[in-house]
């Protein structure tokens, strides 16, 4: 009776994908899992011949698995693995040239804020960053001619929602390559390739490891040519993996379903506890109906994801309260494993942004972003309730 066809790959549902994605184990001795190989080198038959293995930084058969594995779960026909998300960013960008011009998400991941003026900048890429949840704003900014458009949603810290197919068309139109960091939403439950980006680029560290435990990054493509040239980069300039961490991204691949599934639930209780505080003056979460990019994020997600930040009254001070008060939210960097943690964008992650750029953007000096993990909603709603008790006055309505 059923149409399902076990053999066929594609016709695969998520949580299948997940488990089963890339090589199904050791050829060699039957083993289930894919080995770990440890080598640098290999033995090669005859000098100047054309082995399938030679060198690691090359290619070596563990990071081959997990980019196999990594394209098929993000539904693309090659994928490359890097040593981390910035070291897929920068591979990116070394496809540029001196002139080029950028376009880029103004709520960014701070490290690519970085990457771009402190260091791309210098070598003469010059970056313009615009609001492109507002395609008016987009399209203005491609006025002028751009060799890439790089889009982040949902965006980090403020989880702002861009339309990713129309945007990716308004840049093709104008002979921009589009690149989206899908490292918020995860394959699970958004695949930028079918919108029309050329690229996406995932920080592994985050869920797709989803263990806080190895930092990684990897980049997807369809494109041919555009593998082949960030492929040749890959080798040529270097950022790759060791085979151990690619075997625990491999590992922590195999339950990215299940994660994403109670890592959403958990973020849904957490978002709605927050809106209905008195001591919250704003939650960011796209999957509350009052969030500017709801509907857009309904249409091109399969779910909301577990990032979400909020604004307390009371501004900084309140915030440094709560987190004081936080036992079960960890503070630290990072996101997307199965422990919970805080941070503090403005004198955390985004501090390499200009307070004034920060303001601007709408990342207030109280803002806090929480990265929900698997544990149960109950406990983390309490933990959160004792936190924002302690700033008493504010529940006054001050
Ligand atoms: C963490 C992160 C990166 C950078 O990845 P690293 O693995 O830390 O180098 C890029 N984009 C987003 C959205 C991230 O959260």
Redesign the pocket.
Known sequence: MSRFDPTRRDAWRPATLAVRAGPPGDPETGAVVFPVYQTSTFEQEEPGGDPAWCYARTGNPTRSALERALAEIEGARFGLAFA??????TTVLLTLRSGDRVVASRDL?G??YRLFTKVFARLGIEVAFADTTDLAELEEALDRPAALVWL?SP??PLLRVTDLRAAAALARRRGARVLV?N??ATPALQRPLALGADVV??????YLNGHSDV???ALLADDPAIHEELRFLQNAAGAVPGPQDCFLVLRGLRTLALRMERHEANARAVAEFLAAHPAVERVHWPGLPSHPGHAVARRQMAGFGAMLSFEPRGGEPAAREILRGLRLFTLAE???GVRSLVCHPPTMTHASVEPEVRRAGGIGDGLLRLSVGCEDARDLVEDLDRALAAVPARRAGV
Do not use: Q, V
């Open positions: 981390s998300g910035l070291a897929a960013a991941y490290g690519a982040e965006s980090n960091d490292t918020f680029l995932h920080s592994t560290t985050k930092l990684g990054g990072s996101l997307g």
